[in-house]
């Protein structure tokens, strides 16, 4: 179901970047971007992790419709 959900989502966007399920928050919660808005969700998030595992760029959301476009993303990519 979550993974259906994600891959909604990346059509919708046009995204051509992964995007994660985290249907038990562990992923969002380890990041701190868990219930920020006080809704009880995973706050949309972006990061841009190197090979290394290192996170070299980051967007944290305002609300569910806030989201930079994908070449803004894609412009963070480690050349």
């Known amino acids: ?5 994600a891959q909604t989502i990346s ?3 046009h995204a051509s970047y992964p995007i994660l399920a985290d249907s038990d928050h562990a ?3 380890a990041y701190g971007v868990f219930n920020l808005l006080g809704d009880g ?4 998030s972006i990061f841009v ?4 595992g290192l ?8 609300d ?16």
Not at 1 to 5: H, P, R, S
Not at 41 to 44: F, G, K, V, Y
Not at 55 to 62: G, L
């Open 27 to 29: 992923v969002a919660d």
């Open 1 to 5: 179901m979550y993974q259906d959900k």
């Open 49 to 52: 992790i190197d090979q290394s």
């Open 41 to 44: 969700l995973a706050t949309p």
């Open 11 to 13: 059509q919708l966007v």
């Open 64 to 79: 569910a419709n806030d989201r930079p476009a994908s070449a803004v993303i894609l412009s963070h990519l480690p050349k």
């Open 55 to 62: 996170i070299v760029w980051s967007y944290i959301s305002t």
